[in-house]
């Protein structure tokens, strides 16, 4: 996921977006690093994780 985030803000990109099924333990994982759930939708959940300015991760 680092690499993904440093991937996207070389190339301008300011957000990654994912979809994990909301019973999958996995979605833990990516809360803590730093996806925030933006819907459910049939049982998938949503979510992003928003580059900051300063440029930490």
């Known amino acids: 996921m680092r690499q993904a985030r440093a991937i996207a803000r070389q190339r301008g990109h300011p957000r990654l977006q994912l979809r ?3 019973e999958n333990p996995a979605r833990a994982l990516y809360a ?3 996806f925030a759930e933006e819907a459910v939708i049939d049982g998938t959940l ?3 994780w928003v580059a900051s300015r300063s440029g930490a991760a």
């Open 32 to 34: 803590r690093l730093g």
């Open 46 to 48: 949503h979510m992003a």
């Open 20 to 22: 994990v099924y909301a």
